[in-house]
């Protein structure tokens, strides 16, 4: 009685031009009242095409459901989704399934408010006048926890963050009091202590309603925390399917257990993280640990060494208000009174919440974001003090591998000449065939193929494609590099194998990195120090990564660290 979806066999198709890709191969599963099933696995794993097929939103061509069926029993009655036609679906779309999409800026509408949005889905699916549909939206706004309800009805998503975005898509999702919630990736991205928030508060509502929840991620340590059931995901089959407890404690698949190996762990530091790979191919991967012995000698002799950079009462304001003569009367301190030092071949953790200024900060350093006030010195020049032109030889030694690889890297230009555009400018190397075998042996070190020098960034994968950037900094020969939240929205796999690499390539090219993130455990895994900075914009600890995670001090600190999911039972 208390079943609300059953999937059988469920086969999914793509056309490519001739060929035929099947991304969903026979799945089944089903999903109870009051449940949560975490659905988990890689990107190309088949989990969102799953969830957009129970929506029928699959667009075909070259799309299409090729075979199983897809019962729904949220009215009373079983009915497979499979055979509705569109208007029959757009009935049960909203009001019996509800769905949170993984990216809530392109979801939303841009051009209306976030309250007309809403109130329009309940205009849809109920019999009521405009001014309730208002206020059920607004108390929707309460029972989400976003501040100011009144306020937010009227704004754009763009005056939104992220975290307040996603509320709101989780308010239009429980608009029409649906039986089913479909949850794909809506913490990917986020901060830890909004992630955390945002955890919660599904788990909240669904006891208050007794939804059933598909939750659809790629963190398992996402899925210890919300789900009661877990279904892992690869290439397109169900290889694995058990209680949390149960698939945590005792993982019987060897995919399942590179995806719990993966993560860094807390408790102790690898030299190296294992992969998924490591354990599909069947090869006995041995984790070599770094004692705190051996990290206290390397810690001892890298500090012994100079400082590349000093930063000295740094400070970066953005106006906000100006008087009517044009005069500004009010600032964002996005950075404010900022002091700190990068030694040579240290990788220096700056982690925080979203608007704590970690980007503006990593942005000003390389005069990417121009300083208000303070002193930028690297090797002995204090950058601000320089005029664009002077700049120019100190772009080749400082790089940065910007947060999303895609809108960094021309969709217009193949990856190779990407790569060597810069080298052109700064004139490295001789000749553009010097250059071109320069950037092969680039893309090869990267783990990608020589061919792939004439390929467009959309051939690409997420992983590849910050491949991509990481090569095209390494292709000016710096001695310094900022990674901007460089594996924030990767697959934990994908992750680990970009984190080994900035690890391999650091020691390979005796580089120094500034890291930032909003992953405790990923800055724990890859830093010698770490700054936490706090919403001000200032520093609130600074200190070695272990000592910050085992001794956190201050209130803001131990809120980031406890946010962290926790995979342990």
């Known amino acids: 009685m208390d079943l609300l979806l059953d999937i059988q066999n469920l086969e999914i198709k793509f056309s490519t031009g001739e060929n035929e890709f099947t991304a969903v191969k026979k799945i089944s599963f089903s999903l109870h009242k009051g449940e949560t099933i975490g659905v988990v696995g890689e990107s190309g794993s088949g989990k969102s095409v799953t969830s957009l097929s129970i929506m029928q939103l699959i667009p075909s061509p070259p799309g299409k459901i090729s075979g199983g069926t897809i019962d729904c029993y949220g009215r009373g009655q079983k009915v497979n989704l499979l055979a509705l036609n569109e208007k029959e679906m757009r009935s049960y779309r909203g009001k019996d399934i509800a769905m949170i999409f993984q990216e809530p800026m392109t979801s939303l509408n841009p051009v209306f408010t976030c309250g007309d949005q809403i109130v329009e889905a309940i205009l849809l699916h109920q019999k009521c006048t405009k001014k309730e549909a208002k206020d059920k939206t607004i108390a929707l706004f309460k029972e989400v926890q976003l501040p100011r309800p009144e306020n937010i009805f009227d704004a754009f998503p763009h005056q939104l963050s992220g975290g307040q975005k996603q509320r709101v898509m989780i308010a239009m999702a429980l608009s029409c009091e649906p039986s089913v919630l479909i949850a794909d990736e809506p913490t990917t991205a986020l901060d830890v202590t909004v992630q955390k928030t945002i955890l919660e508060l599904i788990s909240s509502i669904q006891k208050k309603r007794n939804m059933g929840i598909i939750f659809i991620t790629h963190d398992l340590g996402v899925v210890a925390e919300i789900a009661d059931r877990a279904i892992v995901m690869h290439q397109g089959k169900i290889v694995e399917e058990n209680t949390v407890k149960n698939l945590f404690q005792n993982p019987q698949h060897p995919y399942t257990k590179g995806l719990l190996a993966c993560k860094p762990p807390l408790d102790k530091r690898y030299q190296k993280l294992p992969t998924v790979s490591d354990f599909l191919n069947g090869s006995s991967f041995q984790s070599v640990e770094i004692t705190p012995q051996e990290r206290k000698e390397n810690h001892h ?67 990417l974001a121009e300083a208000t006030e303070g002193e930028i010195i690297y090797k002995g020049t204090d950058l601000i003090s320089l005029s664009e032109k002077e700049l120019i030889p100190f ?24 790569i060597m555009e810069p080298m052109n400018v700064h004139g490295i190397l001789k000749d ?26 959309h051939e690409f994968s997420g992983g590849q494609r910050q491949r991509i950037c990481i090569a095209r900094a390494l292709a000016m020969q710096p001695e310094f590099i900022v990674c901007d939240e460089s594996v924030s929205s990767l697959d934990v796999s994908v992750q680990a194998q970009v984190l080994n690499l900035l690890n391999d390539l650091k020691r ?6 500034i890291f930032i993130s909003h992953d405790l455990s990923v800055v724990k895994f890859m830093c010698d120090r770490m700054i936490v900075m706090n919403k001000s914009g200032k520093i609130e600890r600074m200190d070695e990564a272990d000592a910050i995670y085992n001794d956190p001090q201050t209130e803001y600190v131990h809120s980031l660290i406890d946010a962290i999911p926790k995979t342990e039972f």
């Open 301 to 367: 002799k890298l500090y012994a060494g100079e400082a590349i950079l000093q930063v000295k009462n740094l400070k970066t304001y953005f106006p906000l208000k100006k008087n009517w003569l044009g005069k500004t009367t009010d600032f964002v301190k996005a950075v404010d009174d900022v002091s700190f030092n990068v030694y040579k071949g240290e990788t220096l953790g700056l982690v925080g919440e979203s608007g704590c200024g970690k980007t503006t900060l990593g942005r000003t350093i390389l005069r």
């Open 395 to 418: 772009r080749k030694k400082m790089q940065i591998i910007f947060q999303d690889p895609y809108s960094s890297l021309n969709p217009r230009i193949p990856i190779g000449k990407a």
């Open 432 to 457: 553009k065939k010097e250059r071109e075998e320069y950037v092969i042996n680039l893309l090869e070190k990267v783990s990608l193929k020589a061919d792939h020098f004439y390929r467009y960034p």
């Open 508 to 513: 390979e090219f005796a580089l120094t990195y």
